[in-house]
């Protein structure tokens, strides 16, 4: 269980949901961590993670969509640290609007969380772990945009596909740093997130929304956020050291069937 023992991991929209599994399976396997959210509570989150698991926990309310911030933050860590060897650019949005009825604001709010935001990230821990002697990046994509879509998901489906060129092609940049770069693409996992489509799709009765989703997955349930979690400390460990470039995705092949759907 020391997989990530001596290993530091910055963690982005690590409040909730896949973020919050992320950071709590990397310290259940020994790692130091850096968590930032938005939301006020990360400081909650990473007081629960320290208590549980013993491990350093810094927490940072920071907004991956400002680059200083992130770079501030990242500095920090290694002030606190000395290094730093993984990060998961977790942090994200989802908003339904069919494609005619949305905004320039719509696509903005996905591009600039979702796709800049892990731009930002990842200019600011790089090259504190190109001096740490390498590590890895574990990047949150999705099934959506890259392998399948729904209708009131083209914003999304946008920043996520893009996040699949950024993850292939920081890979072979990074390559020579010592440096793995890999997307992980979930299906549907039920998170915050997950929940909060649903209520877009059916303000009355949300959960109708995923039970429903539920019944069409070949494996009937929806994933659960420490299966992410596993992988990806697993993607950022060295068990997985020839692992680079890399999509894989963990979906309980929702997408091999033609009939789940969740959208507009």
């Not at 990242?74 to 949305?102: P, T």
């Amino acid at each position: 269980m020391s997989k990530l023992n001596g290993k530091v991991a910055l963690i982005t929209g690590a409040s909730k949901g896949m973020g919050k599994s992320h950071a709590s399976i990397y310290a259940k396997y020994g790692a130091s961590l850096i968590l930032v959210d938005l939301d006020e509570s990360i400081h909650e989150v990473a007081a629960e993670i320290k208590n549980t698991y013993g491990v350093e926990v810094l927490a940072h309310v920071g907004d991956v969509t400002d680059p200083q911030a992130m770079r501030l933050i990242a500095e920090k860590g290694m002030q606190r640290f000395g290094r730093l060897n993984a990060l998961v650019c977790n942090a994200g949005v989802c908003r339904l609007a069919k494609f005619l009825d949305s905004s320039d604001a719509d696509l903005d709010l996905h591009i600039n969380v979702n796709v800049k935001g892990a731009w930002h990230t990842a200019r600011a821990v790089l090259p504190h772990m190109i001096n740490s002697g390498g590590g890895a990046v574990v990047v949150m994509s999705s099934v959506t945009g890259d392998l399948t879509a729904d209708p009131g998901e083209v914003a999304y489906a946008l920043s996520k596909s893009a996040l699949i060129g950024f993850t292939k092609a920081l890979a072979v940049e990074m390559a020579p740093h010592h440096i793995r770069v890999n997307a992980i693409c979930p299906g549907f996992i039920w998170t915050p997130m997950a929940e909060q489509v649903a209520r877009q799709v059916n303000p009355d009765d949300p959960k109708s929304v995923l039970d429903e989703l539920a019944t069409a997955i070949p494996m009937k349930r929806l994933g659960r956020p420490d299966e992410v979690g596993e992988l990806s400390a697993f993607l950022a460990s060295d068990e997985s050291s020839y692992i680079n470039g890399a999509q894989i995705v963990i979906d309980g092949a929702s997408t091999l069937p033609e009939t789940v759907s969740i959208g507009m």
